[in-house]
């Protein structure tokens, strides 16, 4: 069982999000919950296997399981083509792609205002998170690291399924 799981279980009673709540979290989440823990209401997200944690209105998020606050850096690295793309806003995900207005949707995809996907420059430049699978290869195979990856594809799949399903039946 993942840490993610363990978390879901020891909160077992969530809370309505408010609007409040979804405007609060970085685009970059997509599972999370709100819940009172010691009397506070706490907003837990999923990030990786992992979770962290936060209590609205402050910005800052811990990982659940060492305390240790999440830089901001780790959250901007989860979205590939940051190189690519100028004034991205964690919030909304809305930026501008050659002076197109382009967004990170919660699925983990960059779409154009069009719905269409974007296709970025595959060449990467130094010091870029162009994140492309030739950078992966020199890298020595993680079991771990390899399990919470082919999980968060099949969670990305379900959740485009599960879009597209929901679109079709409108």
């Given amino acids: 069982m993942i840490f993610w799981e363990k978390v879901l279980l020891k909160y077992p009673t969530k809370l309505q999000a408010s609007e409040?709540?979804?405007?609060?979290?970085?685009?970059?989440?997509s599972e999370w919950f709100v819940a009172y823990d010691q009397g506070e209401r706490v907003i837990f997200v999923r990030l990786?296997?992992?979770?962290?944690?936060?209590v609205p209105p402050s910005k800052t998020w811990t990982?659940?399981?060492?305390?240790?606050?999440?830089?901001?850096?780790?959250?901007?690295d989860l979205v590939p083509y940051l190189d690519q793309v100028t004034n991205f806003n964690l919030y909304t995900g809305r930026v501008k792609y050659s002076d197109k207005d382009v967004i990170w949707t919660p699925i983990h995809q960059w779409k154009y205002r069009n719905n269409r996907t974007v296709h970025f420059n595959e060449t990467p430049t130094k010091g870029t998170n162009s994140k492309l699978s030739s950078n992966k290869d020199s890298e020595k195979s993680n079991p771990d690291k390899d399990t919470a990856q082919v999980e968060d594809l099949l969670r990305r799949a379900e959740t485009t399924v599960?879009?597209?399903i929901q679109k079709l039946s409108s």
């Avoid at 060492?66 to 901007?76: G, Y």
């Fill in 63 to 76: 990982d659940f399981d060492t305390s240790k606050d999440v830089p901001l850096e780790a959250l901007l």
């Fill in 20 to 29: 409040e709540d979804a405007k609060f979290l970085p685009i970059v989440f």
């Fill in 48 to 54: 990786h296997h992992n979770c962290v944690w936060s």
């Fill in 162 to 164: 599960t879009s597209a």
